[in-house]
C-alpha cells in the first residue's frame, strides 16, 4: 500500500529556516498536504500542493515537490518559537482512494 | 466562519460499552472523514461520508461504524470498546469529495479503562 516516510524530530535556532522532509511512494498521489500539530490540538492545514507543481511559497511556507523522486519538503523561514509542533506530511490519490495517508509526524524543536 | 466542531472534546468509557462521537462540519463542506490517531499506529483514515452515503472504509473491523445527516454533521459509533480503541478521534471537512483541503476539527480524545 501507500507510504509516507518523516523524519521524527528535527531540531532548529530560532530566526534560522526549518527544512521538513517527506518521501512518499504513491505514484498516483494528486494532492500533498503539510499539516501542523500543536500539542492537545487537531491538524491545521498549512499548505497543499498539486502534483503537476514543483513549487508553492505562502508567506513564510514553501513547498518543494519532486514528482521524480517522490520527495515533498517544507521549509518555514525565520523560525518562531510558536512553529514548535509536529508537522505531518500527506498524500491524497483521488478518485477512490483510502482518505488521506498521513506520515508518522516530525516533532520541530526550536531552541533559543 | 465556523471551523469544524467534535464533541465532545473528552471521553471515558469501560471495556463492553459502545459510544457516539459527532462531527459538524463547516458550513457548506458536504465531505466528512473520520481518522483515529494514536502513538503507535499515527492517523488512520476511518471512513469518508458524502451527501449521507458511505464512499470509502478504511482497515478497521466492523465495530466502527458512522453515519452522515441530511445537514452534513456526522457521527461514528464505535461498538464493545477495547482498550487499544483509545485514541484521538479527528473529523476533517471538505466540501466536496475529493479532499482538496481537509479541515480538521479539535478531535474527541477517547480512553477506554
Known amino acids: 500500500g501507500e507510504d509516507v516516510e518523516q523524519s521524527l524530530f528535527l531540531s532548529v535556532r530560532e530566526g534560522d529556516s526549518s527544512v521538513i522532509n517527506c518521501t512518499y511512494t504513491d505514484s498516483s498521489s494528486t494532492y500533498l498536504y503539510w499539516y501542523k500539530q500543536e500539542p492537545g490540538a487537531g491538524l491545521q492545514l498549512l499548505t497543499y500542493?498539486?502534483?503537476?507543481?514543483d513549487m508553492k511559497q505562502d508567506q513564510r511556507l514553501t513547498v518543494l515537490l519532486n514528482k521524480k523522486d517522490k520527495h515533498l519538503s517544507l521549509r518555514i523561514a525565520d523560525t518562531q518559537t510558536g512553529d514548535s509542533a509536529i508537522y505531518f506530511c500527506a498524500e491524497y490519490s483521488g478518485g477512490g482512494a483510502d482518505g488521506l495517508t498521513f506520515g508518522k509526524g516530525t516533532h520541530l524543536i526550536i531552541q533559543p | 466562519k465556523a471551523g469544524v466542531t467534535q464533541t465532545p472534546r473528552y471521553l471515558i468509557k469501560t471495556r463492553g460499552q459502545q459510544v457516539t462521537l459527532s462531527c459538524s462540519p463547516i458550513?457548506?463542506?458536504?465531505?466528512v472523514s473520520w481518522y483515529q490517531q494514536t502513538p503507535g499506529q499515527g492517523l488512520q483514515f476511518l471512513f469518508e461520508?458524502?451527501?449521507?452515503?458511505?464512499?470509502n472504509k478504511g482497515n478497521f473491523p466492523g465495530r466502527f461504524s458512522g453515519r452522515q445527516f441530511s445537514n452534513s454533521r456526522s457521527e461514528m459509533n464505535v461498538s464493545t470498546l477495547e482498550l487499544g480503541d483509545s485514541a484521538l478521534y479527528l473529523c476533517?471537512?471538505?466540501?466536496?469529495?475529493?479532499?482538496?483541503?481537509?479541515?480538521f476539527g479539535q478531535g474527541t480524545r477517547l480512553t477506554v479503562v
Open positions: 461520508y458524502f451527501s449521507e452515503t458511505q464512499r
Open positions: 500542493i498539486f502534483s503537476n507543481m
Open positions: 458550513s457548506g463542506h458536504r465531505s
Open positions: 476533517a471537512s471538505s466540501l466536496g469529495h475529493t479532499n482538496t483541503e481537509a479541515f
